[in-house]
């Protein structure tokens, strides 16, 4: 629970993402595209996984050719802004700009959620980005990728947070989590997991 809210309203509860028993993995990846993020698409569509990218503004408009494979190959396209700023220190109209901005970049690709960056969001960011069409997705789980782990580190911390439901946040900007990634994809599958987009996002 975010501080500050005292009770979970409705967004929240929904920004989590689903409960579920069913042995079924939701992969989220924020800050891309990135110069791995092809090697990350081909790895998901050989085996046959669906992921949930939050797409910063800049690199989605300076890559449009990967916003389109992401769109083509059946995976979820989520708003993370433009700037990637932390949300709740800034102004309304400003919150209103990153994500419009970033909507327009990505097209009509773009799926009905927001990630916001550093998972900082309160009422007032909450209720902007729904008037605009985007449902915020915070996560369950996370891998600590922003710190300089190995990728055998990152393999047996992905192993650690299966569990059926979860929302793994990730970055395709880290050579080490495409990696992590692509060797626990074969995994995942023998395991009876079925990886599959954010509902929030589709």
Not at 21 to 29: A, I, R
Not at 52 to 60: L, Q, W, Y
């Amino acid at each position: 629970m975010r501080k500050g809210l005292p009770n979970p309203p409705g967004w929240y509860a929904a920004a989590v993402g689903p409960r579920t028993t069913d042995k079924v993995l939701y992969l989220t990846f924020d800050d891309g595209p990135s110069r791995y993020t092809a090697r990350l698409l081909t790895a998901l569509r050989r085996h046959h996984a669906h992921a949930t990218f939050f797409v910063a503004g800049g690199p989605a408009d300076s890559n449009p050719g990967e916003i389109r494979r992401m769109h083509r190959d059946g995976h979820a396209i989520g708003n993370h802004t433009w700037w990637h700023p932390r949300l709740t220190d800034v102004s309304t109209k400003r919150v209103r700009k990153e994500l419009i901005t970033t909507g327009r970049a990505v097209g009509r690709s773009m799926g009905p959620c927001m990630r916001p960056p550093y998972g900082l969001i309160d009422a007032r960011v909450a209720r902007t980005s729904i008037s605009l069409g985007f449902q915020p997705v915070l996560w369950t789980a996370h891998i600590e990728d922003w710190a300089p782990h190995s990728s055998r580190w990152t393999v047996q911390r992905l192993r650690r947070i299966t569990k059926p439901g979860a929302v793994i946040l990730m970055h395709d900007t880290h050579a080490q989590t495409v990696s992590a990634v692509r060797k626990m994809l074969p995994e995942w599958r023998d395991r009876g997991y079925r990886l599959k987009v954010v509902p929030a996002c589709a």
